[in-house]
């Protein structure tokens, strides 16, 4: 499962660091990645991280937002910067993540998502 965090009210220019929390019995952790939606939009990648650190971001966000994660502890990060309105939106979390499932079990990697944060941007 994931699950996310970190969500909240902040006003224009502020910062918010979300979190992303892989649990269970796993494998491995590949690639994460932060996406967003706003109402009225399609859902939209903010960010992603490969297991070995590569990240990528949308346009709108490059050296605002930071994407990290700590492998040893299944959780990736975002940290938001200088926010603006237009970051208003529910923030989900999407994992590749191949489940344990005991002795002898498959190796099968999947796309997995969080529940979702929300984020608010206003004064």
């Known amino acids: 499962q994931l699950q996310a965090s970190g969500g909240g009210l902040v006003q224009p220019g502020g910062s918010l660091r979300l979190s992303c929390a892989a649990s269970?019995?796993?494998?491995?952790?590949?690639?994460m990645a932060w996406y967003r939606q706003a109402p009225g939009n399609e859902r939209e990648l903010v960010a992603g991280?490969?297991?070995?650190?590569?990240?990528n971001y949308a346009d709108s966000v490059k050296g605002r937002f930071t994407i990290s994660r700590d492998n040893a502890k299944n959780t990736m990060y975002l940290q938001m910067n200088s926010l603006e309105p237009e970051d208003t939106a529910v923030y989900y979390c999407?994992?590749?993540?191949?489940?344990?499932?005991?002795?002898?079990?498959?190796?099968?990697?999947?796309?997995?998502w969080g529940q979702g944060t929300l984020v608010t941007v206003s004064s």
């Open positions: 999407n994992a590749v993540i191949a489940p344990y499932y005991g002795p002898g079990s498959k190796y099968l990697p999947r796309a997995y």
């Open positions: 269970g019995s796993i494998f491995s952790v590949n690639d």
């Open positions: 991280i490969s297991n070995g650190g590569s990240t």
